[in-house]
Each structure stands twice: as C-alpha cells, then as structure tokens.
C-alpha cells in the first residue's frame, strides 16, 4: 500500500524488523512468524522494512548467512536506503529516525546494523531504538561453549552448562557452519567440521588445542562478536540511541551470558536499558525445571519482548 487517506497522521518513526533464523518475511507468507509482525507494527500505522537475510527469500537455495553481522547488516542497509529512497512511502513518516526490532538471530542483526548506520557517515539516518533480545552476541564463546560441551571440558562456565546435542549442536552443524564456510575464507570445508551430522572430533579438538589452522575461522567469530569491541565510547560518541536488551538466565539455547556481556561493553557508550526482570520471573524459573526442551524458554522470551515492543508503538 502506498497511498494514505486524508486523516492519516504520519509517523516519526520507521521500523526495521530484523528476522530470526529460519524466516522469510519477503516470501509474504501468512504463516510467517516476521512477516506477521510486520503487518502488526505495519497496522499501526509504521512503515515497516523487514529484510530477508542473504540465504531466504530469492536466494534460498543458498546457506543462510547466520550471524555474519557485517554481510547482514550491509545487505539490510542496501534494502533500507532503496525504499527510502522512492517517494512513494514519503507520506509514511516524518522524520527518516529509525527504530531496529530483532530476536534472536535478528537480535545479533539488529545490534549489526545499528552499528554499521552509526559509523557510516553517508548514511544520514538517525537509530532511536534498537530492541534485542536473546541474541549470541559473544558468538566465539557461543560456538567454542558447544564444543567444549561435545569435548567434556566444559567447566560449568555459562556458555557450556545448558548446550543440548539434540539441538544445540543441530543449530551449528545446520545453521552456523554452513554460512560461514560458504561465505568467508576460513580455510575450511564443511566436510572438515560435520560428519553425518555431527561435529567432527578432530575439528573440535584443533579449535579448543588452539591450533593455529583456526585462526581465521577464529577470527571470523570474533568480529561477529560483538562483545569483543574495543573503546566502545568512541564509536559511539554521537549516537542518541536507547538499546533495548532481553535474555532469561533459563535460556537453554543462547547463553544469557551473551546478552549480560554486551550490556557491559556498552554501557558506558550508550544508553542500556537491560530488561532483566522481563524474562527471570517465578514463572520462567518454573516452566526451566519442568521442561528441558532447549527452544521453550527462548521463544516465550522472544514473544515477552515483542509484546511490549508493540505495546510501545501503538
């Protein structure tokens, strides 16, 4: 739609969805869980941009880029200056700020893309918001927690304690390696790291012996992690922004760790807004030591946050 009636009054907002693993809000799939939110915040009146990531969509014959946060974010940056670049969403909104929605996977893009708006000069557009919630955004001590698991090294730490084979490791050798292999340079084939399935022992021994064949592998993890920035204030020395962070302690699937991190590396940068009581009532702990089916905290999480991010744009 792109003509609007007299009594409509225009936004100051424009909202990016960034999706979760496995959406593709531009197939226009009714049983889309991002596609639907979309139409959500589209109802109340938002211009509503939700990229697909490289791997859905048109290209869904190809890996999923999981987590490759620059690639990602450059891509949904492409997309975002393309629409508001055509006049004919202009009666939309007011002012070109913008609000960055994701969970999970999409939680990771989100924090991606408002990083690389705000160090692009070119881009003038300003980040209001970005909402993200129960995201791997230590991806390196994610991957490395799953492998230490497999390996019986893990310690206790809270990147290991909760990794699940059934479907933790599923969501590597499915979800992460694929991307990463097709897409980087790391020297590395996707038969050196699965076999029938599973992560290659030898390929989980030379990660965690810190075998210098996975430096670029390494690498490649640690610049999609985003605990892992440096002086944090100078590259966000103007941004006005508020991040919006979510995570339960009882998420199985992605270490609260992540989330908890992060608030930390960029505290003193910006400003946080860390809804910890969101996620970490009775309730969760109690659905936690009832079920330990790994995705049941992390989704209920997920639909917490993105009830009261709705709720903030009626």
Same mark, same amino acid.
């Given at each position: 739609?792109?003509?609007?009636?007299?009594?409509?009054?225009?936004?100051?907002?424009?909202?990016?969805?960034?999706?979760?693993?496995?959406?593709?809000?531009?197939?226009?799939?009714?049983?889309?869980?991002?596609?639907?939110?979309?139409?959500?915040?589209?109802?109340?009146?938002?211009?509503?941009?939700?990229?697909?990531?490289?791997?859905?969509?048109?290209?869904?014959?190809?890996?999923?880029?999981?987590?490759?946060?620059?690639?990602?974010?450059?891509?949904?940056?492409?997309?975002?200056?393309?629409?508001?670049?055509?006049?004919?969403?202009?009666?939309?909104?007011?002012?070109?700020?913008?609000?960055?929605?994701?969970?999970?996977?999409?939680?990771?893009?989100?924090?991606?893309?408002?990083?690389?708006?705000?160090?692009?000069?070119?881009?003038?557009?300003?980040?209001?918001?970005? $909402?993200?919630?129960?995201?791997?955004?230590?991806? $390196?001590?994610?991957?490395?927690?799953?492998?230490?698991?497999?390996?019986?090294?893990?310690?206790?730490?809270?990147?290991?304690?909760?990794?699940?084979?059934?479907?933790?490791?599923?969501?590597?050798?499915?979800?992460?390696?694929?991307?990463?292999?097709?897409?980087?340079?790391?020297?590395?084939?996707?038969?050196?790291?699965?076999?029938?399935?599973?992560?290659?022992?030898?390929?989980?021994?030379?990660?965690?012996?810190?075998?210098?064949?996975?430096?670029?592998?390494?690498?490649?993890?640690?610049?999609?992690?985003?605990?892992?920035?440096?002086?944090?204030? &100078?590259?966000?020395?103007?941004?006005?922004?508020?991040?919006?962070?979510?995570?339960?302690?009882?998420?199985?699937?992605?270490?609260?760790?992540?989330?908890?991190?992060?608030?930390?590396?960029?505290?003193?940068?910006?400003?946080?807004?860390?809804?910890?009581?969101?996620?970490?009532?009775?309730?969760?702990?109690?659905?936690?030591?009832?079920? &330990?089916?790994?995705?049941?905290?992390?989704?209920?999480?997920?639909?917490?946050?993105?009830?009261?991010?709705?709720?903030?744009?009626?």
């Amino acid at each position: 739609v792109t003509e609007t009636s007299s009594s409509f009054v225009p936004r100051n907002r424009i909202i990016i969805l960034t999706h979760a693993t496995g959406s593709s809000p531009g197939d226009l799939n009714n049983t889309d869980a991002w596609y639907i939110l979309a139409n959500l915040f589209a109802s109340r009146g938002y211009l509503v941009i939700a990229p697909d990531n490289y791997g859905r969509g048109g290209t869904k014959d190809s890996p999923e880029t999981y987590l490759m946060g620059t690639r990602t974010a450059l891509n949904s940056f492409d997309l975002v200056s393309h629409v508001l670049a055509d006049t004919n969403y202009k009666d939309f909104y007011t002012r070109s700020d913008l609000t960055i929605i994701g969970y999970s996977q999409g939680g990771h893009s989100a924090l991606g893309l408002y990083l690389a708006l705000e160090t692009n000069d070119d881009a003038n557009l300003t980040v209001k918001e970005v $909402y993200s919630g129960g995201a791997p955004h230590n991806l $390196y001590r994610t991957v490395r927690g799953v492998l230490q698991h497999l390996d019986g090294s893990c310690d206790g730490n809270d990147y290991c304690q909760f990794v699940d084979e059934e479907t933790t490791v599923p969501f590597a050798t499915d979800r992460i390696f694929p991307g990463f292999l097709n897409y980087a340079n790391t020297g590395l084939s996707i038969d050196d790291v699965v076999i029938d399935d599973k992560i290659n022992t030898e390929f989980i021994n030379t990660f965690l012996e810190k075998d210098p064949v996975m430096d670029r592998f390494k690498a490649l993890l640690q610049l999609s992690s985003y605990t892992q920035i440096i002086s944090a204030e &100078d590259i966000l020395d103007t941004s006005a922004a508020v991040i919006h962070l979510y995570h339960s302690e009882f998420d199985r699937l992605v270490p609260s760790a992540n989330t908890s991190e992060l608030a930390s590396t960029f505290e003193n940068a910006v400003t946080i807004d860390f809804h910890k009581n969101k996620c970490n009532s009775q309730g969760y702990e109690a659905i936690f030591n009832l079920t &330990d089916k790994v995705g049941v905290i992390h989704t209920l999480c997920g639909l917490s946050m993105l009830d009261e991010t709705l709720a903030n744009f009626k």
